[in-house]
């Protein structure tokens, strides 16, 4: 059971890498570079205080260790087809002083549990921007495929988590992409009530 979660995590993360990518260089979506340099260097931050937490392995927090993957990934093909140019905001910004500061008291304290946890809560915090758009528009801007996807892994690695943080780290995976889903289904539904209403209003016109 636990090689079959892993399997499909890999699975999962490794469909919607190639996708996304594929996406950049067609020249789909245009992801800001500055927010997945902060995503690379927080999952980055958040796999290595787990692996020091314990005896742990790559595989015992499989969902992080493919996330990192993907990260660094996507932030390569953004830099080769997508725009290099996007700058970091204020909140980009604050999100990785914040991580940069959580990774020096680790290396000072080497308190592997709290700098982890801490890590966590930024990576929900770092949710906000989309989740904020998405609340505000008035249509879906999101991709269902791409984030189902990311989704799905993080629950299937449950079966092949070792450890409260690797637990932690999927959790607070699921309960974000969840929010953010929730939301793009308010955003298809407000969209398709908008154009019906639009349709209506014209057809009563043209009465």
């Known amino acids: 059971m636990r090689e079959t979660s892993i399997i499909a995590v890999v699975a999962i993360n490794f469909f919607i890498l190639v996708r996304y990518c594929w996406l950049i260089w067609k020249d789909r979506i245009k992801p800001a570079m500055a ?6 260097i927080a999952v980055g931050g958040s796999l290595v205080t787990y692996l020091s937490s314990g005896d742990y392995s790559f595989l015992d927090n499989i969902q992080n260790t493919t996330d990192l993957v993907f990260v660094l990934t996507v932030t390569v093909f953004v830099f080769i087809f997508g725009d290099r140019s996007t700058r970091f905001n204020t909140f980009d910004v604050g999100c990785l002083i914040a991580v940069l500061v959580i990774v020096v008291l680790w290396l000072i304290f080497q308190n592997h549990v709290v700098s982890n946890v801490s890590i966590q809560v930024i990576l929900v915090i770092a949710y906000f921007p989309v989740i904020s758009r998405i609340w505000k528009s008035n249509k879906n801007t999101e991709s269902f495929v791409v984030w189902i996807g990311l989704f799905l892994a993080p629950c299937i690695s449950l079966v092949s988590s070792k450890g409260v ?24 539904l407000k969209q398709r009530n908008d154009k019906e209403s639009k349709q209506a209003l014209l057809s009563h016109e043209e009465v």
């Open 165 to 188: 943080l690797a637990t932690i780290y999927s959790f607070r995976a699921i309960i974000s992409i969840s929010v953010l889903l929730a939301l793009m289904v308010r955003a298809e």
């Open 35 to 40: 927010m997945w340099v902060f995503f690379s």
